[in-house]
């Protein structure tokens, strides 16, 4: 089952940091990848890929396309699509019904407002509390939810740069160091 986020909105200056961020976390909590819908994005694109070549993964990303064609083609292909709002239902009395399905899942958020055919489209429109707050932090709890803390135990194919957990500094192999 493929889980993948799509970003929608995206405004080149303004968003540039956060949609950056709605990858990473996306990608370190285990998602297959992101889509930016609308609009192609050199400078998000080469952040997020520096952190995959460097750190490993098939995260992917891909950009440009229309919102109505990719929403309308992963339903046709029989996926999912749950779009994250504070106006929808809470993830705690949700999420074990989205686990269960085996469907494709296509994990919206939004940047600028969201139009009203995205919660029509959604089989699923989930809130991270009622409160307005960050496209970032909703995600990293929705994903949390979604894989129940097994993003702790990931390991990503052919990673140049590994960070070893430690109480004091940081510690980071350079795995290239082993094929020397
Ligand atoms: C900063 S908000 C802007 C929302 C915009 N003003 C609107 O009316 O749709 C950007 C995104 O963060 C996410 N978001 C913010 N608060 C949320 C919450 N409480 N629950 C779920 N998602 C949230 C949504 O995906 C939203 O589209």
Not at 5 to 16: P, S, V
Not at 58 to 85: A, P, S
Not at 90 to 97: G, K, Q, S
Not at 114 to 136: C, F, G, K, W
Request: zero cysteines; glycine letters at 8%; a neutral charge.
């Amino acid at each position: 089952m493929k889980n993948v986020i799509l970003r929608l909105g995206h405004r080149y200056e303004r968003d540039k940091r956060i949609t950056t961020h709605v990858g990473l976390v996306a990608r370190a909590f285990g998602a297959d990848g992101i889509i930016i819908s609308d609009i192609n994005d050199s400078n998000v694109y080469e952040s997020i890929k520096d952190v995959v070549d460097r750190f490993g993964g098939n995260f992917f990303i891909e950009m440009g396309e229309k919102k109505q064609t990719i929403l309308k083609k992963w339903k046709d292909l029989g996926g999912e699509i749950i779009h994250l709002t504070m106006y929808g239902i809470p993830v705690p009395n949700i999420i074990d019904i989205i686990r269960k399905s085996p469907k494709d899942k296509l994990i919206i958020v939004g940047a600028s407002k969201v139009e009203r055919l995205v919660y029509e489209m959604a089989d699923y429109n989930v809130s991270i509390t009622s409160q307005p707050h960050s496209e970032v932090a909703a995600l990293a709890i929705f994903l949390d939810y979604l894989f129940q803390g097994s993003e702790f135990g990931l390991k990503f194919q052919d990673a140049k740069m590994e960070v070893i957990p430690s109480e004091k500094g940081k510690e980071v192999h350079d795995l290239r160091d082993k094929d020397k």
